[in-house]
């Protein structure tokens, strides 16, 4: 016999050659091995770059809060709707940059900011991640009434309208004249078109009407801050505080008979002001006209004649701390055809003179209404520009990265 053995019929060929079986078999293998290093590359590549993804994600959650934290309050009170604020590259003690850019995106009134931020981090592979976070003014009138303390309202009669869409009609009153006390309410032998609550007691006398809800064991609310008064002193002398004798000390006192014709777009300061006889604040120019008053305030037999009717154009501030202890804390405002503005006085004594009709909102440590007084609550200045801004919950989110 042959000592060779004849190659497998399916390996040899025509010419009885054997295929170079090794050849393919290490061809293939090859395949397989750079298949298989290419596939370890992606997938590093891949990991590489959802750590970097990841580290850039927490950079521009770090430059998110450096810009809470600095916020450019100057600049960003001087945004329009519809305006954006670049604060530029900024470095991290890690050497890794963030941007931030603030866009204003309310209609007007009370703001509301965008905050987009940009993580960047250093190196060939780094990432880019870019979040989002929300800032907003907090309403300060978003009820007719707030007391800190204490709200007394004896045989007035409270509704609602709102400015932004009309002049106050009796014959179509709305019912948003919500009325809230931090502690003590007494409600007697009065109207009140909306909801009553109180985080203390409540004291009905008289079978009082409240259209909507009345809450005792209220859940406690933040109490409003107090606001900084104006830098640089008291109001100076100008021509319209010249001309009712006004000196420059703080203390504004019209005589019976004196007009103070407030300009528009201008921010009054006062230690005090009062007003007797028949004297006026009267808008000629129309608002927007803040007067900021450290102490008191008295308007025996004067008024207000906003006659705009609007009662965001005018708003009465307490600021600072009293300058001495004797009757500071007291507001003493009158009604009137054209009284409309907002008091925004959470550590004073507020009281309605006469039996009058008010146009607006209020903010007190302490709020009396007595007599057949009318007050009228303009919802339109729940969208009040504010002076006060917070992170909104729950409205952080991210973008897909770089």
């Known amino acids: 016999m042959n000592a060779v053995r004849s190659a497998p019929v399916s390996l040899v060929n025509r010419k009885g050659f054997v295929l170079p079986t090794v050849v393919f078999a290490v061809a293939i293998m090859s395949i397989v091995v750079v298949a298989s290093v290419t596939t370890s590359q992606d997938e590093r590549r891949a990991s590489r770059a959802v750590r970097e993804s990841t580290l850039a994600m ?7 809060r450096q810009t809470y934290g600095n ?6 009170k001087a945004m329009n709707p519809g305006d954006s604020l670049d604060l530029g590259w900024q470095d991290l003690p890690n050497k890794e940059k963030y941007r931030a850019v603030i866009h204003r995106v309310d209609n007007g009134g009370l703001q509301e900011y965008n905050v987009v931020v940009q993580g960047r981090r250093t190196g060939l592979n780094g990432g880019i991640s870019t979040i989002i976070g929300a800032v907003g003014g907090v309403p300060l009138f978003n009820r007719a009434v707030y007391g800190e303390s204490y709200v007394w309202i004896q045989n007035a009669t409270l509704d609602s309208w709102d400015s932004g869409t009309g002049l106050y009609n009796a014959l179509t009153p709305g019912n948003k004249a919500d009325v ?12 009140i078109n909306g909801n009553a609550g109180a985080v203390g007691t409540m004291t009905l006398n008289n079978s009082p009407t409240v259209t909507g809800t009345t809450t005792m064991n209220a859940t406690k609310e933040t109490p409003y801050d107090k606001l900084a008064c104006p830098a640089g002193g008291y109001s100076p002398v100008t021509p319209e505080l010249a001309a009712v004798g006004y000196t420059g000390n703080g203390v504004l006192s019209l005589a019976s008979g004196q007009t103070l014709n407030l300009t528009a777009g201008k921010e009054y300061f006062f230690r ?3 007003m007797a006889g028949t004297s006026k604040l009267a808008m000629p120019g129309g608002g927007p006209v803040t007067v900021n008053v450290q102490d008191s305030i008295y ?27 004797t009757k500071t804390n007291y507001w003493g405002l009158t009604g009137g055809a054209d009284a409309y503005f907002s008091v ?19 903010v007190s440590n302490i709020f009396y209404i007595t007599g057949s007084a009318q007050f009228h609550y303009d919802e339109a200045l729940a969208r009040k520009t504010s002076p006060f801004l917070r992170v909104q919950k729950a409205t952080w989110g991210q973008f897909p990265g770089n």
């Open 344 to 362: 925004y006085a959470p550590d004073k004594v507020v009281y309605a003179l006469g039996n009058s009709a008010f146009y607006g909102g209020v």
């Open 272 to 274: 005090s002001v009062s």
């Open 299 to 325: 308007m025996a037999g004067g008024s207000i004649a906003n006659t705009s009717h609007k009662t965001t154009d005018l708003s009465f501030q307490s600021c600072g701390s009293p300058t001495d202890g």
């Open 58 to 64: 927490y950079t521009a959650e770090a430059g998110l």
């Open 71 to 76: 916020w450019p309050v100057a600049a960003v």
């Open 180 to 191: 809230f006390s931090n502690d003590q309410m007494t409600l007697q032998k009065t109207t």
